[in-house]
């Protein structure tokens, strides 16, 4: 579970690399895509890629006219191949639990029975035929704890879901109530740890109606699923640290098949999945200065997590432009990647992307910009496009993913890390939110 690994990355000196800023050939291809969960972006230099999460309206709160007309879209698990929850648990998923956990002092929990110091659950009935069981959740109003609720495999090893690859992932969500700090909602999915996904942010919900929500398995992957050992049916809760009153109810949970074509497989990913351990593994972290000597305070304290990345510059020290890199897992005593990479023989063809959540001091700041590069063994830098993202263009509290295209001119050997060159000569020196990076991915043409 992403959320729960943000860790300090002090004392990681070979994480953290020391470094003069390399530089190399800057290639011309202007074609690129900005892409979020709750809307589309386009500008000249940026074309729009449609967004994978649908939410629709079902109008069946306990106050629509159509409700008495209305019908669950299955009657129980046996109808649904797929099925997760409808009306009960399906099988063969574990009941439903909670885990929470408290910062300080640290102690965390699994919870079986409905009862736990931040949230509560429970199967209840309703009087709504297209809702006639579901699963009622609400979170206590206290800030000492944070939790999530889920549906477990009982096998360690997960379950193989590749049935479902060209499908989508649906389920209802009700908000009653959107809690003290009117969090967004985050559902994730996870597979044999460290492998999960990073979240889905459900920004776009009408307090007591019920909602569909419906996710591309494509996209899932793309965000770090492997469907060959998923171990979380479903896992729903608000923004981590502001639960606080929330309320949410949720039915019809299930991977549905689909005839979606898959004309794309992936070659390169750094999902950020591999545990950390202080002075002996996990991402490899770079900053290297462009037109500027980048202090060592934030060459190595900038960034502050990396499962996923979180990268929390002193913007009164950062005052121009400076390259941001990142690898695969790391032997931290070597500075050797732990497994082969193929980012080099995947650079010259198909579609480079990540994600980043931007938030929205950012967007309303509007002065950080960014393009993309890949570093070598040697920290040799080659930017791969002179298309320049702005942060101004981003859907801010959200997760935005960015792609440029890839060809021969951007290929090149030895690579080892993907990286991001900033440029933040203007940007307001009081932001102090922390910008997170996740899922660099390489995608290409199948063959026909």
């Known amino acids: 579970m992403k959320h729960y690994k943000y860790l300090c990355l002090i004392g990681m000196a070979l994480a953290i690399t020391a470094c003069g800023g390399g530089n190399g050939g800057k290639v011309n291809n202007p074609s690129s895509s900005v892409s979020n969960s709750s809307s589309s972006l386009s500008n000249s230099s940026e074309s729009v890629s449609s967004s994978s999460l649908s939410i629709s309206s079902s109008l069946s709160s306990s106050s629509s006219s159509e409700s008495s007309t209305a019908s669950e879209p299955y009657a129980s698990c046996a109808e649904a191949e797929g099925g997760v929850f409808i009306n009960d648990v399906c099988s063969p998923w574990r009941d439903v639990s909670a885990y929470e956990q408290r910062q300080d002092p640290f102690e965390w929990e699994e919870v079986t029975d409905g009862e736990g110091n931040a949230v509560t659950y429970a199967i209840i009935d309703t009087d709504d035929p297209e809702h006639n069981q579901v699963l009622n959740i609400q979170f206590a109003e206290q800030t000492t704890y944070a939790g ?54 459900i920004k776009s919900y009408v307090i007591n109606e019920w ?14 699923l492997d469907l060959t050992k998923v171990t979380t049916g479903f896992m729903i809760a608000p923004t981590w640290g502001k639960s606080s009153g929330a309320h949410y109810q949720v039915d019809n949970i299930r991977w549905e098949k689909g005839d979606m074509e898959i004309t794309e497989s992936i070659c390169f990913a750094n999902h950020f999945d591999l545990q950390w351990i202080s002075g002996v593994q996990g991402p490899g972290i770079t900053i290297q200065d462009v037109d500027f000597l980048v202090p060592d305070s934030q060459r190595f304290g900038a960034t502050i997590g990396v499962h996923p990345v979180e990268l929390k510059p002193d913007w009164s020290l950062m005052q121009g432009v400076w390259a941001f890199s990142m690898s695969e897992g790391m032997d931290y005593t070597t500075g050797d990647l732990i497994e082969p990479s193929t980012l080099s023989e995947c650079s010259s063809a198909g579609t480079l992307s990540l994600e980043i959540f931007v938030p929205k001091s950012y967007v309303d700041d509007g002065s950080l910009s960014f393009t993309f590069h890949v570093l070598d063994e040697s920290l040799q830098r080659y930017e791969l496009s002179d298309t320049v993202f702005s942060m101004a263009d981003m859907t801010p509290d959200d997760w935005n993913k960015v792609s440029i295209p890839l060809s021969a001119e951007t290929q090149h050997d030895n690579l080892k890390y993907v990286g991001l060159t900033f440029d933040s000569t203007l940007i ?10 996740d899922n660099i991915i390489i995608k290409q043409p199948l063959p026909q």
Do not use: H
């Not at 479902?164 to 740890?193: H, R």
């Open 148 to 201: 999530n609720v889920r549906m477990l495999s009982p096998e360690n090893s997960g379950y193989d879901m590749s049935e479902f690859a060209g499908g989508t992932f649906i389920f209802d969500l009700k908000v009653v109530n959107a809690g003290d700090q009117s969090p967004d909602v985050e559902f994730y999915l996870d597979c044999v740890y460290p492998c999960a996904t990073s979240p889905k942010l």
């Open 428 to 437: 307001d020196w009081s932001i102090e939110d922390a910008l997170k990076i």
């Open 211 to 224: 909602q569909t929500i419906e996710v591309l398995v494509q996209d899932l992957v793309e965000r770090g």
